[in-house]
């Protein structure tokens, strides 16, 4: 059975940088047949999927075009754990993010993190 | 991007009746569509995915249906355990994007 567990700072100032951590379970971040997501959700616009990372061959990471730039997420195969970052956050990055496997095969997102909520404020 | 959107936002039901959600897609996505049930304080959980197949473990009162734009959950007979929030989800081509969520209740 797949698990992620994640971990990280539930308060950040503006303008810092967001970082949280999720760590595998009864999988690799390196296996060919799923990518590693992030996802975050507000209250109030719902869910919003952020970006991924996975290996084939090498490794690739897609984002949403509202947090690029901002963005990062990185495996690190060493802890089989892949992490995220975003930059310059505001109040209006305040929200639950959570972590999750997209299987490929099926094309879902069939694991989850517990999620965090992370509140940006001073 | 693909817009999702979902109707009823909400509804109240009766343990019992048969629930019909629907969601639809601003484009295209073939069958390339997700079912999501969350319950308060948890992550969502997989219900059905490629518009009509039932993740292992999902009981059969769930269903769904659709292609192209428009797609539907169905809830034959809702047990206590379904009163939650549904959303839907296309995984059709990046960035992926989810509805709004349709709330179910007691009615």
């Known amino acids: 059975q797949v698990q992620l567990q994640q971990s990280g700072p539930g308060l950040v100032k503006p303008s810092q940088t967001l970082s949280l951590t999720c760590a595998i379970s009864?999988?690799?971040?390196?296996?060919?047949?799923?990518?590693w997501n992030w996802i975050r959700q507000f209250p109030s616009r719902g869910l919003e999927w952020l970006g991924r990372?996975?290996?084939?061959?090498?490794?690739?990471?897609e984002y949403d075009p509202f947090v690029r730039g901002r963005i990062s997420i990185n495996p690190d195969t060493s802890k089989n754990q892949f992490s995220l970052q975003l930059n310059s956050v505001t109040p209006e990055d305040t929200a639950i993010y959570s972590c999750?496997?997209?299987?490929?095969?099926?094309?879902?997102?069939?694991?989850w993190g517990q999620g965090t909520l992370v509140t940006v404020s001073s | 991007d693909i817009q999702m959107t979902q109707s009823p936002s909400s509804l109240s039901a009766s343990v019992g009746d048969r629930v019909t959600i629907t969601c639809r897609a601003s484009?295209?996505?073939?069958?390339?569509l997700n079912w999501y049930q969350q319950k308060a304080g948890k992550a969502p959980s997989l219900l059905i995915y490629?518009?009509?197949t039932l993740q292992s473990g999902v009981p059969s009162r769930f269903s769904g249906s659709g292609s192209g734009t428009d797609f539907s959950l169905t809830i034959t007979s809702l047990q206590p355990e379904d009163f939650a929030t549904y959303y839907c989800?296309?995984?059709?081509?990046?960035?992926?994007?989810f509805g709004p969520g349709t709330r179910v209740d007691v009615k």
């Open positions: 490629t518009a009509s």
């Open positions: 989800q296309q995984s059709d081509s990046l960035p992926f994007t």
């Open positions: 484009q295209t996505i073939i069958r390339y």
């Open positions: 999750a496997r997209y299987n490929w095969t099926s094309g879902q997102f069939d694991f």
């Open positions: 990372t996975y290996y084939r061959s090498k490794w690739n990471n």
């Open positions: 009864g999988d690799s971040v390196s296996s060919n047949s799923v990518a």
